[in-house]
T-cell receptor
Framework: NAGVMQNPRHLVRRRGQEARLRCSPM?????VYWYRQLPEEGLKFMVY????????ESGMPKERFSAEFPKEGPSILRIQQVVRGDSAAYFC????????????FGNGTRLTVT | SQELEQSPQSLIVQEGKNLTINCTSS?????LYWYKQKYGEGLIFLMM?????EEKSHEKITAKLDEKKQQSSLHITASQPSHAGIYLC?????????????FGGGTRLMVKP
């Protein structure tokens, strides 16, 4: 009865490289949400996806960031040409999506850009 | 956009003492969620409140929603070291389906044995 699985737990990238963060939602969940937690800051919404669709990406930076949730496989948050300011903890959450239900969070991926 | 203000930002209490954390919204609350986060880990869901006046309890933690005041409180009775962590309140961004939550800045709780 696995919860939300994120990998890797820790990721180190040099400036200019690409970072790929993966998220497998809880079994039976088809709604995925990505959040970012910067050091000493709160949790900020980035993007909300359902299978093969981006529902709301109002929290995503306009450049370098993209997200997908394909029909098969995990959701991917992709950051191109990373900069030091991208260093943060990235959390994925999932829900069943039927009415109001709590989000279930993964343990996050901690991205460090050197 | 909706903003959630949590108070206090941090709290140190002696084991066995009671404490209250508040969460105030700048807009109408459609649903309010309380989570706990331990350092280096994800968020653990505690409770969800949807109706004004609603109150829920789990073990020694009680949460209330005052919809008119756009506020929720989390009360811990007889605190223990295991209660230490960061408590976050989250609110639904809108009243539509889906759960795009906006979170408060968190309250960091330390419990001294």
């Amino acid at each position: 009865n696995a919860g939300v699985m994120q990998n890797p737990r820790h990721l180190v990238r040099r400036r200019g490289q690409e970072a790929r963060l993966r998220c497998s939602p809880m079994k039976g969940h088809s709604h995925v949400y990505w959040y970012r937690q910067l050091p000493e800051e709160g949790l900020k919404f980035m993007v909300y996806l359902q299978k093969e669709n981006i529902i709301d990406e109002s929290g995503m930076p306009k450049e370098r960031f993209s997200a997908e949730f394909p029909k098969e496989g995990p959701s991917i948050l992709r950051i191109q040409q990373v900069v030091r300011g991208d260093s943060a903890a990235y959390f994925c959450a999932s829900s069943g999506g039927t009415g109001k239900s709590p989000l279930h969070f993964g343990n996050g991926t901690r991205l460090t850009v050197t | 956009s909706q903003e959630l203000e949590q108070s206090p930002q941090s709290l140190i209490v002696q084991e066995g003492k009671n404490l209250t954390i508040n969460c105030t919204s700048s807009k109408t609350l459609y649903g309010l969620y309380w989570y706990k986060q331990k350092y280096g880990e994800g968020l653990i869901f505690l409770m969800m409140l949807q109706k004004g006046g609603e109150e829920k309890s789990h073990e020694k933690i009680t949460a209330k929603l005052d919809e008119k005041k756009q506020q929720s409180s989390l009360h811990i009775t007889a605190s223990q070291p295991s209660h230490a962590g960061i408590y976050l309140c989250g609110a639904d961004k809108n009243n539509n389906a889906g759960n795009m939550l906006t979170f408060g800045g968190g309250t960091r709780l330390m419990v001294k044995p």
